[in-house]
């Protein structure tokens, strides 16, 4: 008689994560690994048997957008996404990566910066490396977790803060980190063209960086240049010309329908110029999340110009009476403004992260109110705001409510849920996005069937990653395995209260260990590091090739090197 299982789920439907039919069939682990039983398993041996009659197995959900980087050390069980399911976290999204960084100082400003998104340590992180910032979640927290690696970060090491042109020595320095990231564990590399100093690099820098980690097996996770040329397709258009020019597969992520846009056009025409290129040729998906509402950095609302320099040079900017009116000015003449007034100035825009002791009394009121409470102008207590709140973001309806299934239920998308975890009220999107696609897209409203809703949300994300063994139930696959109710999935999170967790997963297993069990979490820190498809195959320092080097600037033309306006931009 073989080994008995260390777990079998007997008496549940199987849901298997690759969009077929589901069926009826028992999943056994044994050493972190599936086996699909058919049949009676009466005298199967187990050493833990778990009924699912009348509930569903499937994969474990895998995210393929979150800022989680600094929250897993604080919070390594994240309950809120274990409750929905979700058992592998991607991050290092928007060109935010904690990784790489040369000098501690750059990583301690960067952690400052977007402390208000994914956290800010307790004490100095003490990483510098990709490699580095692995090993610390490996089994360390009860989520697995892979990475890309930024934008932000190579620009710092090679240029500093500044919106200088990455050519020359500064180019083959940041094509090496590319390499070494790859080499490392990285998946790809991702942008976030709203965010200096990543946000100064042009199209031809981007192409460069790209090829190289297309070379290695790489994606291109790209948060688009909103502000680009017709603030509606052409961010679009750039980041299907870094593409076709890098040889990298193109995933635009949190894409949808911005229900503040100032353009003229609809769903479809974005949809379509993706399913287009789909068509054509070109290796594109997308990824969606499934609320209507965003949110980011308050700095956003400020120049890029003021931003230059790092924080410091903001904060020296910000205390310098002229310039800080100069900037307020700015602020309220500003496209960014115009996209997020409603009916009242910023009426629906509510802050997030106030840390310090003048301003915490405002965290979770809407900036409209501490306008009017102050008495001040919009411009004056914006730049008030994140000159004593660095990492101060903000929270508002973003995508359009009308237009949002389309994204969620086309054939080219995923689903990612951007999770922003930080301060009082954040997006209701981290505590309920996967859920929500169970309770309201399918069960609801009959938009996804079931075996497709968990398709985008296992299988296809593993795909995209290179991850055979994950996002599906068959036998040798890891045994990331969820039970959950249909009937019982409730995404009870609102923007008015988001912190409310998901109902229906009563079971998650990640590599064959349960970290929740019968609704309450084990305290089981099983997560590992994921890796992506280059890791170990270079030496230890990247080289950059004559190769690659050809490759990363073949057919690059001035014309394609455009910067971003400073205009409205749309919200991650």
């Known amino acids: 008689m073989s080994a008995p299982f260390d777990v079998l789920i007997e008496h549940g439907t199987v849901v298997d994560g690759t969009g077929n039919p589901a069926f009826t069939a028992a999943v056994g682990f044994r050493d972190g690994r599936v086996t699909l039983l058919r049949g009676s398993t009466e005298h199967v041996p187990a050493r833990e ?27 390594p069980d994240l309950e809120m996404k274990i409750r929905q399911g979700v058992t592998t976290e991607v991050i290092g999204v928007d060109g935010l990566s904690y990784a790489p960084y040369d000098r501690p100082a750059d990583l301690s400003a960067f952690a400052e910066q977007n402390a208000g998104i994914a956290g800010l340590p307790a ?63 990285a998946f790809g590399l991702s942008t976030g063209l709203d965010y200096p100093p990543g946000a100064h690099a042009t199209t031809d820098e981007l192409v460069a960086l790209a090829a190289e980690a297309a070379e290695l097996g790489g994606m291109y996770h790209t948060h688009v240049r909103y502000g680009l040329g017709d603030t509606y397709l052409d961010p679009f258009r750039e980041a299907v010309d870094i593409a076709r020019r890098s040889g990298a597969p193109l995933q635009v992520t949190h894409f949808s329908r911005s229900a503040r846009a100032s353009y003229a056009g609809g769903a479809q025409r974005m949809l379509d110029l993706l399913q287009d290129e789909r068509d054509a040729g070109l290796d594109v998906t997308f990824d969606t999340y499934t609320y209507e509402w965003g949110g980011t950095r308050l700095s956003r609302l400020l120049p890029l110009w003021a931003q230059e320099g790092g924080p410091d040079r903001l904060r020296e900017r910000l205390a310098d009476g002229g310039t800080r009116d100069r900037i307020a000015a700015e602020i309220e003449a500003s496209g960014a403004a115009r996209q997020y007034v409603a009916s009242a100035p910023f009426s629906d825009l509510r802050l997030g ?13 809407y900036l ?54 930080i301060g009082l009220a954040p997006s209701p999107r981290a505590y309920g996005c996967f859920t929500r696609v169970l309770a309201d897209f399918v069960r609801e409203e009959r938009l996804l069937s079931l075996p497709e809703a968990i398709r985008k949300m296992s299988s296809f994300p593993a795909q995209r990653l290179g991850l055979p063994d994950r996002g599906v139930l068959r036998d040798g696959a890891v045994a990331d395995v969820i039970v959950f109710s249909l009937e019982r999935s409730l995404a009870p999170a609102t923007f008015e209260r988001p912190r409310q967790f998901a109902e229906g997963v009563d079971d998650v297993f990640v590599s064959g260990t349960a970290v929740l069990r019968d609704g309450a979490l084990t305290g089981a820190r099983p997560g590992r590091a994921l890796y992506g498809p280059a890791k170990d195959r270079g030496p230890a320092a990247a080289v950059v090739t004559a190769t690659a080097s050809a490759a990363a600037t073949a057919g690059a033309t001035a014309s394609a090197g455009a910067r971003a306006r400073v205009e409205p931009a749309a919200e991650g």
């Open 49 to 75: 048997r778990v009924d699912a009659t009348g509930r569903l197995v499937a994969p474990g959900l895998i995210d393929l957008h979150s800022h989680s980087d600094l929250v897993l050390l604080g919070d």
């Open 123 to 185: 004490e100095p992180l003490g990483w510098r490396s990709i490699a580095d910032q692995l090993a610390t979640y490996d089994r360390a927290v009860a989520v697995n977790v892979a990475t890309m690696v930024g934008n932000t970060a190579l620009r710092v090491n090679a240029l500093g803060w500044e919106p200088g042109v990455a050519d020359g020595a500064a180019l083959d320095r940041m094509r090496a980190q590319v390499r070494e990231a790859m080499y490392d564990g």
């Open 353 to 365: 992260y106030l840390t310090s002791p003048e301003w915490d009394r405002f965290e979770g009121w």
């Open 368 to 421: 409209s109110e501490v306008v009017s409470t102050l008495g001040s102008s919009l411009g004056a207590a914006v730049c008030g705001l994140v000159a004593a709140n660095p990492g101060a973001t903000f929270t508002r309806p973003s995508p359009h409510a009308m237009t949002l299934w389309k994204f969620v239920c086309h054939p080219l998308g995923m689903i990612a849920s951007d999770s922003v975890f």
